[in-house]
């Protein structure tokens, strides 16, 4: 599965904000499906590729629920020492300043676990203005 996880995760997340509600609510069970059982690197990527960056709230949403409970999963200690550690720091700050409650919330959530590390805190504070964390 992980070879396919970039384009699965591109389906299901456009099928979170542009189907029914019932589709919406099988897409993300998917999508947490698809993160449980392939690399978290992978599935990192692909939620920080697709997800974050998207115009639709629903689909924000849903990549920084899933990038918390991935951060949860992993640790912190093991994510300092991989070259996604930068990109997720910034991305956490990213969300943590969205227009939506609910993903500002995971935003800060993943910002908060990032400041209890020493090496995160320090890449964190180069990627978000410090009057802003």
């Given at each position: 599965?992980?070879?396919?996880?970039?384009?699965?995760?591109?389906?299901?997340l456009q099928m979170v904000w542009n189907s029914p509600e019932f589709v919406?609510?099988?897409?993300?069970?998917?999508?947490?499906?698809?993160?449980?059982?392939?690399?978290?690197?992978?599935?990192?990527?692909?939620?920080?590729?697709?997800?974050?960056?998207?115009?639709?709230?629903?689909?924000?949403?849903?990549?920084?629920?899933?990038?918390?409970?991935?951060?949860?999963?992993?640790?912190?200690?093991?994510?300092?020492?991989?070259?996604?550690?930068?990109?997720?720091?910034?991305?956490?700050?990213?969300?943590?300043?969205?227009?939506?409650?609910?993903?500002?919330?995971?935003g800060q959530e993943m910002v908060k676990m990032l400041l209890n590390h020493?090496?995160?805190?320090?890449?964190?504070?180069?990627?978000?203005?410090?009057?802003?964390?």
């Amino acid at each position: 599965m992980d070879s396919e996880v970039d384009g699965v995760a591109q389906v299901l997340l456009q099928m979170v904000w542009n189907s029914p509600e019932f589709v919406q609510k099988a897409a993300t069970q998917t999508l947490r499906i698809m993160v449980a059982n392939v690399t978290p690197a992978r599935a990192m990527t692909a939620l920080m590729d697709r997800g974050v960056k998207s115009r639709h709230v629903q689909v924000r949403k849903c990549a920084a629920e899933l990038l918390l409970s991935l951060l949860e999963k992993i640790r912190v200690t093991k994510l300092a020492d991989t070259p996604r550690a930068e990109r997720l720091a910034h991305v956490a700050g990213k969300l943590a300043q969205d227009c939506d409650k609910d993903t500002r919330h995971y935003g800060q959530e993943m910002v908060k676990m990032l400041l209890n590390h020493q090496k995160l805190k320090r890449l964190l504070e180069q990627s978000v203005s410090t009057c802003d964390l």
